[in-house]
């Protein structure tokens, strides 16, 4: 039985109508006159309501059809011999203003409520939203095994947080389900899981879309292992259970990441190469997930990284500088603050998100805004957040608590505590301001969406927006001034070094791609022009991606070390003892960073490398036999490269030959090949469904015989990657698996097919045959697309044509 966007939207009417009726809570037992009444007025507006719906819906009642989906939920899992399916009505001891159904587990010494003695899988249709998640029963108790395990059990604890922290739509919430709970690390866990959790996703009527029931599919499906093993159920992973399975490494995988950590051990650095679509970002992905099980938690995970010693030295038309005369004790430095101009196009859900949640997230533009702005931004600063068109207005103010860098290298703020200004300044009232009008966003016409304030213009757009702060936030804004001279200059610190040290907070890896423009001065240092406000150019040497995680990944291995010297921005890296150095060797291998390069092959690799080439080496690391610092030559510093720092590239051997890459960059990296492998589809794309299994073999087999003729009129290196494929696994029904296999094929295989024939429209016909091409002359059309069942018997004869086999042949 479906949920759709248009039952569900019944149930919620249903649901606010037992609200708008007042009947929420009372009982239907007819014991006195009061009781009469009202079940009378249940039975004359509820009731019909709820008729209606059954009418619609194959004769089930809004309970009946969650616990017939969950049902069958639990039987494409395999589990029905294991868990059972609860639920409640609108009207039970008491009418309630929600429908209810939970998977909960079997347990013969339970005698009654065993739904609310047991974690449960559930969803919940309310009067205004749909819900649906992991809580446990309302008799479970915090003492109780299947709640102290989680704290007990790391490799639970690690799949929790990867799992909250990697689905923007699964939430925490108290009991209540209305104040959410932090789960970022380990101890928060330790600190906040309780009997009282709820892992859930919400979606409001306003927001259910049209396909809903995958959203609910794939929430329960994220949190089954988990319901699994807190519910002391052994997780099997079974091929052919459910139409999404529990996925786990194929071994292929554990392959190549066995082979990568051997490579690495020995090289410090390794590419992986071969066709489009072989996995290679996954599996370098996947390897830095599994080896750094005792560092971090998820891909967000941050360490402190004490950044106070030179790290805010730069040069630009304003430099914060902080009046230290009166600040002498350490909770007047908790108060000291900078102001910044925050905008960006906003959409309507997230300005509610940003009113409506106690934490959020901004996206940073890094092309939108100067390097030094975002460098001097710390925890505890305030942002002023302005939607731009079609707003074109301030909407609130909010404390910045940290950046993060995302996987696919997108950088994030993560902000709490807004307060709304719903009448907040527009963009002309900006502009109009006396005291605002002169200030740099509005200077900079909002070019950049960061941009830093003085203490006037914060003051100012307080004032209009009518919202204000603790006079101690406001009264000890950190005054921006201008420098004139342009010359180097450092913030000044506000007390001594043990109270002012602020912590920038890094990831255990970056990642970056390359590309024809990238160079040596992106990638380690160079010089960077300024304009000040004459219109004169000044020249300020910028340390590269490089050298700055370089930087982060020594100063790392010094804290595990237990050693007490740093390695700040525009200095000599640290001289090391003897004992030193074996102390900072013990310690390397348990603060591993990772660099991955995406595309290492787009740039031009021995320029962007310089003299970093001898430096990689393993031997020639910081710390090695035979050790070796050089001097930078922009900056005059002393370098060398930390042996806990790995570089993982990836390169694409359609765009350029493993043969084309320098041979002193090849003698200093591993190499691993990855190829087209249909062993992972073949354990991936698995149904009991034999109409949609049918479409997920043959999908297979037109892979391999396509590769086949590539290999026959081309070379290896341009067959088509299994990737592209594994996108069929969500597919829910023989149509969707045909409609996906559909989309792959013409939007995204016979694209790169025409990219690597463009010139040779006669093999791309060897390639294709003649179901999808026409060839004329020197130049060929692609046939119209096909649909449906025509499409695959299309398919059906590509994979058996033996003719085009003879004619390849020949």
Same mark, same amino acid.
């Given at each position: ?40 007025r ?38 029905s ?20 159904a ?15 003695k ?11 939203y ?30 929790l ?23 970022r ?20 009527? !306003?927001?259910?879309?049209? $396909?809903?029931?995958? @959203?609910?599919?794939?929430? +329960?499906? &994220?949190?089954?292992? *988990?319901? /699994? ?8 992973y ?11 490494? !194929?071994?292929?995988?554990? $392959?190549?990441?066995? @082979?990568?950590?051997?490579? +690495?051990? &020995?090289?410090?650095? *390794?590419? /992986? ?84 949640k ?45 950046k ?15 307060k ?22 509005i ?14 213009a ?61 160079s ?123 042996p ?38 073949e ?20 892979l ?92 059906q ?6 003719k ?7």
């Amino acid at each position: 039985m479906k949920l759709t966007k248009k039952n569900i939207l019944e149930a919620i009417s249903i649901a606010r109508l037992i609200v708008d009726e007042n009947l929420v809570g009372s009982q239907l037992y007819e014991r006195d006159d009061e009781e009469i009444r009202i079940k009378n007025r249940y039975n004359s507006t509820i009731k019909p309501k709820i008729e209606e719906f059954k009418s619609n819906n194959d004769g089930n009642t809004p309970n009946k059809l969650l616990k017939l989906y969950l049902e069958v939920f639990i039987s494409k899992k395999g589990y029905s011999d294991k868990f059972d399916v609860k639920g409640f009505h609108y009207k039970g001891q008491v009418v309630n203003s929600y429908v209810w159904a939970a998977i909960t587990k079997k347990d013969s010494s339970i005698d009654d409520m065993k739904a609310s003695k047991c974690p449960q899988l559930y969803i919940r249709i309310a009067d205004s939203y749909i819900l649906f998640g992991l809580r446990y029963g309302k008799h479970v108790q915090n003492s109780d095994k299947c709640v102290q395990f989680v704290k007990s059990d790391k490799g639970l604890k690690k799949q929790l947080l990867e799992l909250v922290n990697s689905n923007k739509e699964i939430h925490v919430f108290d009991e209540n389900e209305t104040y959410e709970v932090e789960l970022r690390k380990y101890e928060d866990i330790d600190n906040n899981w309780t009997e009282n959790i709820r892992l859930v996703s919400v979606v409001k009527e !306003s927001e259910i879309p049209d $396909n809903i029931e995958n @959203r609910i599919y794939n929430t +329960l499906d &994220n949190l089954f292992e *988990v319901f /699994l093993k807190i519910s002391e159920i052994e997780s099997v992973y079974v091929k052919g259970r459910g139409s999404v399975i529990i996925e786990e490494d !194929s071994a292929s995988m554990k $392959n190549e990441c066995l @082979r990568m950590k051997k490579l +690495l051990s &020995n090289k410090k650095q *390794v590419i /992986l190469y071969g066709p489009p679509g072989t996995g290679k970002t996954y599996v370098a992905s996947n390897f830095i997930k599994s080896n750094t099980s005792d560092q971090i938690y998820n891909e967000k995970q941050t360490i402190p990284y004490d950044s106070s010693k030179k790290d805010d030295t730069f040069v630009t038309s304003n430099l914060i500088k902080s009046d230290t005369s009166d600040q002498t004790t350490k909770e007047k430095i908790s108060i000291d603050r900078k102001f910044f101009f925050y905008g960006s196009k906003l959409t309507y859900p997230k300005i509610q998100e940003l009113w409506n949640k106690s934490e959020s997230t901004l996206d940073i533009n890094s092309n939108m805004h100067r390097k030094e702005t975002i460098d001097i931004i710390k925890a505890g600063d305030m942002l002023f957040i302005y939607a731009a068109s079609p707003r074109k207005k301030v909407i609130g103010i909010a404390e910045f608590i940290q950046k993060e860098l995302q996987w696919d290298g997108k950088l994030i703020f993560r902000i709490k505590n807004l307060k709304q200004m719903r009448n907040g300044p527009t963009l002309e009232d900006l502009r109009n301001d006396s005291i605002l009008s002169k200030s740099e966003p509005i200077i900079n016409e909002l070019k950049g969406n960061l941009n830093p304030i003085n203490k006037d213009a914060a003051l100012r757009l307080l004032k209009l927006s009518k919202v204000s702060l603790d006079n101690s936030n406001v009264e000890n804004i950190i005054e921006p001034e201008v420098v004139q001279n342009h010359e180097f200059s450092k913030v000044e610190k506000i007390a001594e070094p043990e109270i002012s040290k602020n912590h920038e907070l890094i990831t255990y890896y970056e990642f970056i791609t390359f590309h024809p423009s990238f160079s040596y001065e992106d990638f380690i240092e160079g010089l960077r022009p300024l304009n000040n406000d004459d219109g004169q150019i000044s020249y300020k040497v910028d340390e590269g991606l490089f050298k700055r995680y370089s930087r982060f990944a020594f100063n790392a291995l010094m804290a595990k070390a237990e050693i007490e010297k740093e390695w700040g921005q525009m200095e000599n890296i640290p001289q090391l003892t003897v004992e030193e150095k074996e102390k900072a060797k013990k310690a390397a291998g348990e603060v591993s960073f990772y660099l991955v390069i995406d595309e290492i092959n787009r740039g031009d690799i021995s320029r962007i490398f310089g003299e970093l080439i001898t430096l990689l080496e393993s031997d020639k690391r910081l710390t090695a036999d035979n050790e070796l610092i050089i001097t930078l030559p922009y900056s005059k510093t002393k370098f060398a490269v930390s042996p806990n720092l790995y570089l993982i590239g990836t390169m694409n051997t359609a765009d350029k030959s493993i043969a084309l890459i320098d041979i002193a960059l090849r003698r200093r990296f591993g190499f691993i090949e990855m190829m087209p492998d249909y062993s992972v589809l073949e354990e991936k794309l698995v149904n009991e469904d034999k109409d949609i299994k049918e479409v997920f073999d043959l999908s297979i087999q037109a892979l391999k015989k396509v590769n086949e003729n590539i290999l026959k009129t081309y070379d290896r290196d341009h067959q088509i990657g299994h990737s592209y494929l594994l996108k069929l696994k969500d597919s829910k029904s023989r149509n969707d698996a045909i409609e996906d296999f559909r989309f792959i094929w013409y939007y995204e295989i016979l694209p790169l097919m025409q990219e690597y024939f463009y010139d040779a429209p006669a093999k791309l016909k060897q390639v294709l045959g003649n179901e999808f091409i026409v060839v004329e002359n020197r130049s060929f059309s692609f046939i119209d697309n096909l649909e449906g069942e025509e499409f695959i018997k299309t398919i059906q004869r590509v994979v058996n044509s033996e003719k085009r086999q003879n004619e390849i042949g020949d």
